[in-house]
């Protein structure tokens, strides 16, 4: 460790720069009269004896008032390094008790100079993913991250997968199937793209994945206003445009969804196939409706982009209708204002035969 590392790491421990100068001296010269360190550490043989006894009370060295002169003398190292990591043992109890956990709340941004860093970011977000992922990266990355991928979707989370690619490395039926709930692929590369349950984002130009000389830089965010905008802009500017290659098969009812556009999705799916499928949503009603906090109907129509045919007018609106008693409703996700529900939670199932 260089002089200015030992400085740094002393003044942490609340050594002023004098003091530290002295104590360096000390401890260079060894038993040492006042004359000697005030010599070395240029300060006055009085502020010597004053920092030295400081020091001593300190554990750093010893004064012999004793010696005439007096001699002031280094302690070991390994005796001050016992006495301040037992110092810092010390603290612990009472700083542990005193501290509340908080949770971080804010806008929170941060920049990725390296591609195993982003590569790593995106296995985390996929590893701790609750309700959708939506997610745009260059076909040769896949093979890197497939099985988390495929740990996901098996979790349930609604992934959308959108796959740039050249005409010379556009993949098949069998490299993307089980990779996302739907897949899509485009002939050109698109910029790395990712959100996870409308909190979490990532954004890098595509070159930082595939160059090796990139000087290029991700950022990553966890921020639930700014978010949704990712999602929103990799549902309206890419995903319309690209060629639909895989969708799953539907899911075995009853399941029940936090992530509304997961069980729109599912309905998209199951209308394909001709299942009529019941509905409970449970929520709040929009604007001054007076309406329950949950209805329970047949679903009657979905409008959705996530799969073809696309039903929606415009590419970002995922709903569905119910019919309770004779009466339609429109069922929207969360901030929905043109619709007649705002559901928190959907369970579909079969209707009793």
Same mark, same amino acid.
């Given at each position: ?168 490395? *556009?993949?098949?039926?069998?490299? !993307? &199937?089980?990779?996302? #709930?739907? @897949? $899509? ?5 698109? /910029? ?101 906090? *949950?209805?329970?109907?047949?679903? !009657? &129509?979905?409008?959705? #982009?996530? @799969? $073809? ?5 415009? /590419? ?38």
């Amino acid at each position: 460790m260089d002089q200015d590392g030992l400085t740094d790491l002393l003044e942490r421990f609340g050594l002023s720069e004098k003091e530290i100068d002295t104590y360096l001296a000390i401890l260079e010269h060894g038993d040492s009269k006042a004359s000697t360190i005030s010599d070395a550490a240029d300060v006055s043989k009085r502020y010597v004896y004053s920092i030295s006894e400081a020091l001593e009370e300190r554990g750093f060295v010893e004064v012999d008032d004793h010696a005439v002169p007096t001699v002031i003398r280094p302690v070991p190292p390994e005796e001050v390094v016992d006495r301040l990591t037992e110092s810092v043992e010390a603290i612990e109890p009472g700083i542990r008790s005193r501290y509340t956990a908080t949770e971080r709340t804010g806008e929170q941004f941060e920049v990725i100079k390296s591609r195993q860093t982003v590569l790593k970011r995106i296995e985390t977000l996929l590893s701790n993913a609750e309700t959708e992922v939506t997610l745009s990266l260059p076909t040769e990355i896949l093979p890197q991250i497939r099985s988390t991928l495929e740990e996901t979707v098996d979790r349930g989370v609604l992934v959308l997968l959108l796959l740039g690619a050249t005409d010379r490395n *556009e993949p098949d039926l069998a490299t !993307v &199937s089980g990779t996302a #709930s739907t @897949v $899509r692929t485009w002939d050109a590369l698109v /910029p790395t793209m990712m959100t996870a349950d409308q909190r979490h984002g990532l954004l890098a130009p595509s070159q930082l994945l595939t160059s090796t000389t990139s000087d290029t830089k991700a950022i990553a965010l966890s921020q639930e206003q700014l978010v949704p905008v990712f999602v929103g802009s990799f549902l309206a500017n890419y995903w319309p445009t690209a060629d639909e290659r895989y969708v799953t098969t539907p899911a075995t009812l009853p399941q029940t969804y936090d992530g509304f556009r997961n069980a729109v999705f599912q309905v998209a799916l199951h209308e394909a196939a001709n299942t009529t499928l019941e509905a409970t949503v449970t929520g709040s009603p929009v604007g001054d409706r007076a309406l329950p906090t *949950e209805l329970s109907g047949t679903v !009657v &129509s979905v409008q959705q #982009s996530l @799969v $073809r045919p696309v039903t929606s007018t415009i /590419p970002v609106e995922n709903s569905f209708d119910i019919d309770v008693d004779g009466e339609r409703y429109r069922i929207g996700g969360s901030g929905a204002f043109l619709e007649d529900f705002e559901a928190e939670s959907v369970t579909l199932e079969y209707p009793e035969e």
